[in-house]
């Protein structure tokens, strides 16, 4: 079974510092899509990235990079310059196809507080 | 676009009720999911919606239902409810096969 494991329940910074979350996950599929969502305390889930399983490449957009290694089935998310703005719970996601239909399975979450 | 839309917001019902929830999809999206998030439990997967089938359903036990509509609007229904169903039920909608799955802002269920 897939299965998605974030070991950070809850991390604290001051604002401007660097800080990452961490994701490992497991599955026996060669094709799979990893996922990270953003949920502010609004509740809604707001996608961020998707990365496929043939795209080893590392992300950057703005203040947000992402790290993906197969080898240790990580796939790892780092702000910079952290801001209040980036206070939320974050979900490390991986889907599953069955014939087409897609599944998220999601990790329990890491909530960020960023203090000013 | 306008994004994914779910109503009520907000819902209390008493145990033994039955409640049906709605979500309505990004326009031109024909796959939506419905997820619950607890405490406990964290985000499960109930079920996918795909051209008005189910396509896949999670370990939810039989009380916990779905249809889709022509136009792509889906309704889950939970019949019988206990207090263990207190949760924040999530929809999402995804355009072509692997494509993103896109979250409503949820419909908080209190269950007394």
């Known amino acids: 079974a897939q299965k998605v494991t974030q070991a950070q329940t809850e991390i604290s910074v001051v604002e401007k510092e660097d800080v990452t979350l961490d994701c490992v996950y497991e599955?026996?599929?060669?094709?799979?899509?990893l996922f990270w969502y953003k949920q502010p305390p609004s509740g809604e889930l707001v996608f961020l990235i998707r990365r496929n399983s043939f795209d080893e490449q590392n992300e950057i957009s703005g203040r947000y990079s992402w790290n993906f290694q197969k080898s240790t089935s990580s796939f790892n998310f780092t702000i910079t310059a952290s801001q209040v703005v980036d206070s939320a719970v974050y979900f490390c996601?991986?889907?599953?196809?069955?014939?087409?239909?897609?599944?998220?399975?999601f990790g329990q979450g890491t909530r960020l507080t960023i203090n000013p | 676009k306008a994004g994914v839309t779910q109503t009520p917001r907000y819902l209390i019902k008493t145990r033994g009720q039955q409640v049906t929830l709605s979500c309505s999809p990004i326009?031109?999206?024909?796959?939506v999911s419905w997820y619950q998030q607890t405490p406990g439990q964290g985000l499960q997967f109930l079920f996918e919606y795909f051209s008005e089938t189910q396509r896949n359903k999670g370990n939810f036990p039989g009380r916990f239902s779905g249809r889709q509509f022509s136009n792509s609007r889906s309704e889950m229904n939970v019949s019988t409810l206990e207090l263990g169903d207190s949760a924040l039920y999530l929809c999402?909608?995804?355009?072509?096969?692997?494509?993103?799955?896109?979250f409503g802002p949820g419909t908080r269920l209190l269950v007394l």
């Open positions: 599955t026996r599929d060669t094709t799979y899509y």
């Open positions: 996601a991986l889907s599953e196809d069955i014939q087409g239909a897609q599944k998220l399975v």
């Open positions: 999402a909608s995804k355009g072509q096969v692997q494509e993103t799955q896109y």
């Open positions: 326009s031109g999206h024909r796959s």
